[in-house]
């Protein structure tokens, strides 16, 4: 916000009782979802006469969003004014999309995801709420439960027999193990907080101290992800793997760790392809999809070829053909929003993703704490890892991981996972600013 | 966008609608960003750092993302692909046409035909022509002239401001890309005709016209259908001991036999000679450890054959008497004969006129000063002389022309464009004199056709591993030739009885479909 006036800071730090700014990116967003909806709602006419349900849906999710800036303003939170407005805009364009896809017949699972995408923004504000009130104190004792749900979660699934990727299909909630992407960047930022200051030190024997640090940071956070490995979950491994090096990049001021780290990932696949078959596919899947047009390379090649019809500018809200790409309510929805709202929407889309990413680093660097600044880092990375492995998977950028788009994609637990990762970051930006 | 939609005016309306959600959308985000517009630069240069990356992954994503919305008609396999399984091409139009392939009269050859789903390529003279042409497929990619002309096809070649023009807006607009059609010098009935000469036994034609150099016809045997390729096809296909997939006509190296014989006499009469020698059937003895040179008649008739005694050039040349050509090539010398083979092109690929298939490079013995029992056998076309059916037609076509060979043109927009200089007018005049006697009354008598003379010479090139080729190379109609021919069958046996026939039914082919009166320069339009 640009209008020269001293009293108010171009960061949007507000000066006064009411979030202004945040109020009018709102609005904003808002209309952008109205105007969605009601794109839609043309072609609902064509079949149908409107039902009550069919404004009383965004009417809600709007409300809900305009409670939690309410909410965050009357009990004058200094939090940062960008992230509601943002995650407005993705779960209201998120939801938008979704009742497009079920005008063009493709099935919508249940009416508790809808009843999640409303509650989000208000988990969000409340989250926030409770780290400003309680401190980070409280947050860092509940560590060891963090740690303790994500070592039990992937547990129980595999216990449960469901054992792909962490699915159950129970309602609504498919997969419980998203959880699991939050919480363990509050247990990493508690233990890094803990061990951080040794894996720098040169005490001890051949330097014991930094080794200890080390393994202690590695096993607790290796054992769960064998529990992952077992699921065949490998896009979650990824998350974590690439969380566990920023955060330690983070804490040490060593970027080998994230070269490292990354070169050894690829390492480790390149060999997996050679030793297993099925890693052998994907790959093909993923390099030479048009070689394979009806077995692996199915999939990518109709995102594709749905990203191509999108042409420059899309073939407009609601103009495009979804029902012939393979999972276009979850995994490649990225290609059927390529499609319509095409390149410069596409970009706005990925710029607001990454933007968010962006955000939380400069959020971290306002931290005094080092823990709440990991804690930011860690929700910044969990945002760009998972928009880069969703829409990466989609363009044929890198192999497809099966990991949801958060809001956009079908996936409640996906959706509450990361209203729980914008609570963390409004919290932490509060913090700072008190 | 699609611009059909704005013939309706309810989808008009929505049109404009999700033009202004974008407009709204962009606006949000503009102002969202520019909100966070930074006051005060990060302190420390990690979180600076960690802060960079997703603005690099961004603009990654965001430029891999064009590679496909914008440019993926720039990828041949994506447009394969698209064009064979995209189910929303027919509803929205936006399926790239490849151009047509047309023959000289306009007549399409490959052309896009709508299937249940996607476009696929039909081709009107199917295993016929399939060895030029080639096939188009979303698996299995492109061969022959669909894969040379590629760029035409698919509207990616820029020529001129225009062109350019218009890539730059189908980058915005998909539907603006449509194939340019090629048209080919040959003409649809008469390739079909020389196709069907060969009966499905292994070898190659390859007809041209030495006026201009325009390929009138190419056929390779065994073929396929180059429509409906599944991978158990392509497999059996490809075990085939056959090789169906070989394009015979420009990959397939044979030693030329007798046909050498047409630069023997070339060089003969270069030099001004034409000297008598005596043949008896004890054949040419080239020195006391190296096999004793044979005529053809001396194995074939075995004791009835009593040499062909003291002859001169001509008689020798009509009745092919290696004997006698051992005894000239002796006078001659080896670096005249490979000297005369490099004119003729033999030790170098046949590179088409600007664009179309190369043929292989054909292979001549690797030193000059050959020994004499090798001097005499690269004299009959054998030794390590080796061709494509290419390069004899070219032969064949140089002396028909007075000389001077024509690049191979296959699409009439190409200009002729003279190739190689052979000999000249008068040497080449006398040579194609020869070649009319020997089907007049020589060996190839079975080329012989009512009312058009035809030259031609023979060949039976023996082959190592089998039966030997037989071969025929010839012109007509004398003395204004219009097409110039090479027929390879492959252990077919003796040129004059197998590949001569053949040679007469393609003359005949080509007065009844009109090709022996074509224009000069034919440009189709």
Avoid at chain 1, 77 to 105: C, E, I, K
Wanted: with cysteine.
């Amino acid at each position: 916000m640009t209008d020269g006036k001293p009293a108010r800071s171009r960061r949007g730090k507000t000066i006064g009782r009411w979030r202004l700014d945040e109020l009018k990116l709102l609005l904003s967003a808002g209309v952008c979802v109205i105007w969605a909806f009601l794109l839609s709602h043309v072609y609902v006419l064509k079949q149908r006469s409107l039902d009550v349900r069919d404004y009383l849906v965004p009417a809600l999710f709007l409300s809900t969003c305009l409670a939690a800036h309410l909410l965050l303003s009357i009990l004058k939170t200094h939090a940062d004014q960008t992230v509601l407005p943002a995650m407005t805009f993705l779960g209201g364009f998120g939801l938008a999309f979704q009742y497009r896809l079920g005008l063009s017949g493709i099935e919508w699972q249940s009416g508790l995801m809808t009843v999640i995408w409303i509650a989000a923004p208000l988990i969000t504000a409340l989250i926030a709420l409770a780290l400003q009130w309680m401190g980070l104190t409280w947050m860092r004792s509940l560590s060891r439960v963090s740690w303790a749900v994500v070592y039990g979660l992937p547990l129980v699934v595999l216990i449960g027999g469901n054992a792909f990727r962490g699915a159950t299909f129970g309602p609504g909630m498919t997969t419980p193990t998203e959880f699991v992407k939050p919480l363990v960047v509050i247990g990493l930022a508690a233990l890094l907080t803990t061990h951080g200051k040794h894996l720098n030190s040169k005490k001890g024997f051949f330097g014991f101290e930094s080794i200890r640090a080390h393994l202690t940071v590695l096993v607790i956070w290796s054992i769960p992800q064998l529990l992952f490995l077992a699921q065949r979950d490998l896009g979650m491994i990824v998350i974590q793997f690439l969380i566990l090096l920023i955060m330690m990049t983070a804490v040490t001021g060593r970027v080998r760790y994230l070269l490292t780290g990354v070169s050894g990932m690829i390492l480790a696949g390149w060999s997996a392809v050679h030793f297993v078959s099925r890693v052998r596919v994907r790959l093909d899947a993923w390099l030479t999809p048009f070689e394979h047009p009806d077995g692996s390379g199915y999939q990518i090649m109709h995102a594709l070829f749905a990203v191509f019809n999108g042409e420059f500018l899309g073939r407009g809200f609601g103009g495009g053909v979804p029902n012939v790409i393979p999972l276009v309510r979850t995994d490649f929805v990225y290609a059927s929003v390529a499609e319509e709202i095409g390149l410069p929407g596409s970009a706005a889309l990925i710029g607001i993703f990454m933007y968010l990413a962006a955000r939380s680093c400069r959020i971290a660097a306002g931290q005094r704490e080092p823990f709440a600044a990991l804690i930011a880092i860690g929700c910044g990375a969990l945002i760009w890892i998972q928009t880069l492995l969703n829409i990466g998977g989609v363009i044929k950028l890198i192999p497809m991981t099966g990991v949801p788009l958060p809001f956009i994609s079908q996936g409640g637990s996906a959706a509450l996972s990361f209203s729980i990762v914008f609570g963390l970051l409004l919290g932490v930006s509060a913090i700072s600013r008190r | 966008m699609d611009r059909s939609v704005l013939l309706d005016p309810a989808s008009a309306l929505h049109w404009i609608g999700s033009l202004f959600l974008l407009v709204l959308i962009l606006h949000f985000t503009w102002r969202l960003v520019a909100n966070a517009a930074p006051t005060q630069p990060i302190k420390s240069p990690l979180i600076r750092r960690l802060g960079r990356i997703p603005l690099i992954l961004f603009l990654l994503i965001l430029a891999y993302q064009a590679r496909w919305q914008l440019a993926g008609f720039m990828d041949p396999d994506f447009l394969a692909a698209q064009r064979g399984f995209d189910p929303r091409g027919d509803l929205v139009g936006n399926r790239f046409h490849r151009g047509e392939i047309l023959d000289v009269h306009g007549k399409p050859l490959a052309q896009d035909v709508r299937m249940q789903q996607g476009l696929s390529r039909s081709y009107a003279l199917g295993g016929r022509a399939v060895h030029l042409i080639g096939y188009h497929d979303a698996v299995y990619g492109a061969t022959g002239l669909e894969r040379e002309l590629d760029d035409i096809l698919m509207a990616r070649r820029m020529s001129g401001w225009r062109d350019a023009v218009r890539l730059l807006g189908s980058l915005f607009v998909h539907r603006t890309l449509h194939g340019h059609p090629v048209h080919l010098t040959l003409a649809e009935e008469f390739q079909a005709a020389t196709a069907d000469l060969l009966g499905g036994k292994p070898g190659a034609i390859v007809v041209i016209d030495p006026r201009d150099g325009s390929v009138l016809a190419m056929v390779s045997c065994p073929s396929f259908d180059p429509q409906g390729m599944t991978p158990d096809r392509v497999r059996r296909l490809r075990e085939d001991a056959d090789s169906p997939f070989l394009n015979r006509a420009l990959q397939g190296l044979y030693p030329p036999g007798s046909t050498f014989k047409v630069l023997d006499v070339m060089l003969a009469f270069e030099h001004g000679i034409a000297p008598e020698f005596t043949c008896s059937h004890e054949g040419f003895y080239c020195g006391p450890a190296d096999p004793v040179l044979h005529d053809f008649e001396h194995d074939s008739r075995g004791g009835q054959f009593g040499g062909h005694g003291r002859i001169g050039l001509e008689t020798a040349f009509e009745k092919s008497c290696n004997v006698y050509f051992a005894n000239l090539a002796e006078r001659l010398g080896s670096r005249n004969l490979m000297d005369a083979a490099r004119r003729a092109g033999f030790d170098r690929p046949i590179v088409p006129v600007n664009r179309g298939p190369s043929s292989m490079s054909g292979r001549l013995p690797n030193r000059d000063d050959l020994h004499i029992a090798r001097t005499v056998r690269v004299a009959i076309g054998q030794d390590a002389v080796l061709v494509t059916p290419m390069h004899l037609a070219m032969l064949a076509a140089a002396v028909a022309s007075g000389g001077t060979m024509f690049q191979p043109r296959y699409l009439l927009e190409e200009k002729p464009i003279p190739y190689r200089y052979l000999t000249d007018s008068n040497v080449a005049e006398k040579v194609a004199q020869l070649m009319v006697r020997v089907v007049e009354s020589g060996t190839g008598r079975a080329a012989a056709v009512d009312g058009v003379v035809v030259g031609g010479k023979t060949g039976t090139a023996e082959n190592a591993t089998g039966q030997s080729h037989a071969l025929f190379i010839g012109f007509a109609p004398w003395p204004q030739p219009t097409i110039a021919f090479a027929i390879v069958l492959e252990q077919g046996g003796q040129g004059g009885r197998v590949a001569a026939p053949i040679a007469g039914a393609l003359v005949r082919a080509a007065r009844d479909l009109g090709v022996l009166t074509r224009e000069r320069f034919h440009d189709g339009r």
